[in-house]
Every structure is written in structure tokens, then in C-alpha cells.
């Protein structure tokens, strides 16, 4: 033994309980599973038998649930993915401020001030026109793996 100790600086974050492990058989249309670091949404799931010794494969393709991008990827039914933990949460829009970032209300009563406006255009002009109408707004935000934006919309009448 050495009379020195030995300092580990973690640098990178292992992202545990950012996802959970599934068998890749199990996994179906509508789930949700991670391709090249990114969770997506399983849009199609086909099945191949191989041959006498191989394994069967699924070959899933899906939909990057942040920027829609289509994602591919062939895996051994019997071998785990990994699987994200995917939320989606409500908050009242308090306020859009100049630089793109929204204040929003959360059910605690406290703010959240850390989250963009949209990329999607289409719901870009829908909370804008919504907001400088004067309505009361309710976005949906969907977080996973450490990521969070407002995917949707919904009108609670005028203030």
C-alpha cells in the first residue's frame, strides 16, 4: 500500500437514472428508447429471424422527441436498451421575455425561468399570438435525459 492518496475527479456524469434497461423484444410502437445519446419516440418496430444460430433482431426506428429527427437502430431481441425516463409536466406561462426565455408558473406556486421558447414554429406563433392576446396560457414541457422543452399548448381562457 502507498502512503499517497489517490483523488478521483468525476468529470463525466453516468446518467444512471437518466434511463432504465430494457429487453429490446419487449419494446414496442408509441415507446420511447435512446439511439446514439439522444430518447426517442419508437414510430416502427420489425422483427427479423436470423438464421440457425442467430439471434432474432429489431430493427426500430424512431423520432428524437426534441428536435424530430429520425433515428435507426438494429438490435439482438434478446440484448437490453436503454430506456428513458420520460416526463411531462404542466406550467402556467407567467411571461416571455425579449431574449426567447419563458417564465413559467409551477404547481408549488415558485418559477421556472430556465426554459426557451420553442423550435417548432407552428407553436412558436401559437404561444406568441396566445400571450399578447392576453390568455391564459398552459404549456406542456416533456424532460428526458436531462433535457426539457415545451412541446405543447392548451388555452384556460382569458386572464
Known amino acids: 500500500m502507498s502512503d499517497e492518496e489517490h483523488q478521483f475527479e468525476s468529470k463525466a456524469d453516468a446518467g444512471a437514472s437518466k434511463t432504465y434497461p430494457q429487453q ?11 439511439i446514439k445519446g439522444r430518447a426517442c419516440k419508437v414510430v416502427e418496430v420489425s422483427t427479423s429471424k436470423t438464421g440457425k444460430h442467430g439471434h432474432a433482431k429489431c430493427h426500430f426506428v424512431a ?12 438490435v439482438p431481441s434478446s440484448h437490453n436498451c436503454d430506456v428513458p425516463h420520460v416526463t411531462r409536466t404542466d ?29 417548432d414554429d407552428a407553436l ?16 406542456s414541457v416533456m424532460s428526458a435525459m436531462g433535457e ?7 388555452d384556460i381562457g382569458p386572464k
Open 24 to 34: 429490446a423484444g419487449t419494446i414496442r410502437k408509441g415507446g420511447y428508447i435512446v
Open 63 to 74: 423520432i428524437d422527441i426534441f428536435n424530430g429527427k429520425k433515428l435507426e437502430d438494429i
Open 91 to 119: 406550467y402556467q406561462l407567467i411571461d416571455i421575455s425579449e431574449d426567447g426565455f419563458v417564465s413559467l408558473l409551477t404547481d408549488n406556486g415558485n418559477t421556472k425561468d430556465d426554459l426557451k421558447l420553442p423550435t
Open 124 to 139: 412558436l406563433t401559437q404561444i406568441k399570438d396566445g400571450f399578447n392576446e392576453g390568455k391564459d396560457l398552459v404549456v
Open 148 to 154: 426539457e422543452q415545451i412541446n405543447a399548448l392548451k
